[in-house]
């Protein structure tokens, strides 16, 4: 018998033909995934140049795309997108740190560092001390802790958008806690930075008029056995762009003063020369959830 695929019948007929799908998530997820996309195309009506340009835009889109740049996370952090998915992904406690986007660019391992070594392998910024403790939501200090930490440098830059001007893995370390769950390294206070604008995402900035910026910040994946791994970032207080940043990323909990520490002891202890910038960061982790206990 001849389908007969009209205007009224178009989406049930789409999703009927994905009945047979054996995963039933596969099949939930096609299913609203066509009505919605048709509920679009009916409430928006495309001409036939517009839905061209469309398929145009996403075939750039993943045309920019390369082991180190990723234009499809992007358009998704600038959608607010990747900041949806996050919060639905990380729904916690209360006292649990809140977690923000992953963003495109850790896009290589860190390398493992001892506590207190710098991140910084090019010596220019202004120089910085992170200090923090990672603790359970019980308030139980964490040893062992991973704390992956990755910045761009103090012009903006992450290492591999600059390949040929930064050594690899600047601005990136790899951190165990110690017995007492705390953490410390160094590195230079970071500044706000553009997010990529030399393709699709960067044209659709431009055309709607936003700006491309992120406030300063430094991003943070931190994780103990037996807790709930935590995506982050800290961000500086005093940073333009924090009230409107390009990929709604930015959490009043995760802002941290970056205090200015004139103390020349403190700073050998750290081997820092004086003054330094300073910031703190306590991480709360959730235990992970065992059966029967909530
Ligand atoms: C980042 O912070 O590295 C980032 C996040 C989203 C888009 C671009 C960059
Ligand atoms: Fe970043």
């Known amino acids: ?22 995963d039933p998530r596969l099949r939930e997820l096609l299913t609203v995934l066509v009505r919605h996309l048709h509920g679009f195309v009916r409430e928006v009506e495309p001409t036939l140049a517009e839905w061209r340009s469309a398929i145009d835009f996403l075939t750039a889109t993943g045309q920019k795309c390369d082991p180190a740049r990723q ?9 607010g997108v990747s900041m949806l998915v996050e919060m639905i992904n990380s729904r916690k ?9 992953l963003g495109p660019f850790h896009v290589v391992e860190s390398p493992p560092r001892a506590l207190g070594e710098t ?14 403790r990672v603790l359970s939501v019980d308030g139980r200090p964490l040893p062992g802790g991973a704390v992956d930490v990755w910045q761009a440098n103090n012009h903006g830059f992450y290492d591999v958008q600059q390949p040929s001007e930064q050594p690899a893995h600047n601005g990136r370390g790899l951190f165990e806690t110690d017995k007492d769950g705390r953490f410390w390294f160094r590195t230079v206070v970071p ?27 430094i991003h943070f994946i931190v994780d103990a056995e ?3 791994p935590v995506t982050t970032h800290i961000f500086v207080a005093d940073s333009r762009y924090l009230e409107s940043d390009a990929v709604f990323a930015v ?44």
């Open 1 to 22: 018998m001849a389908a007969d695929f009209s205007e009224e019948t178009a989406t049930e007929a789409v999703i009927a033909s994905f009945a047979d799908t054996s």
């Open 71 to 79: 234009e499809f996370i992007l358009l998704s952090d600038v959608l």
């Open 93 to 101: 406690s209360e006292q649990a740190t809140d977690s923000t986007v």
């Open 119 to 132: 991140i910084d392998l090019v010596g220019t910024g202004e120089a910085c001390l992170v200090t923090g």
């Open 191 to 217: 500044s706000p930075y553009p997010i990529p604008t030399d393709g699709p995402v960067g044209e659709l900035l431009l055309k709607t008029r936003r700006h491309p910026n992120r406030p300063a910040h």
């Open 226 to 228: 037996g807790h709930v």
């Open 251 to 294: 959490k009043r909990s995760l802002i941290r003063d970056f205090v200015t520490v004139d103390d020349p002891e403190e700073a050998t202890r750290y081997g820092l020369a004086s003054p330094f910038r300073h910031a703190h960061f306590e991480i709360v982790l959730e235990a992970v959830a065992t059966p029967g206990h909530p």
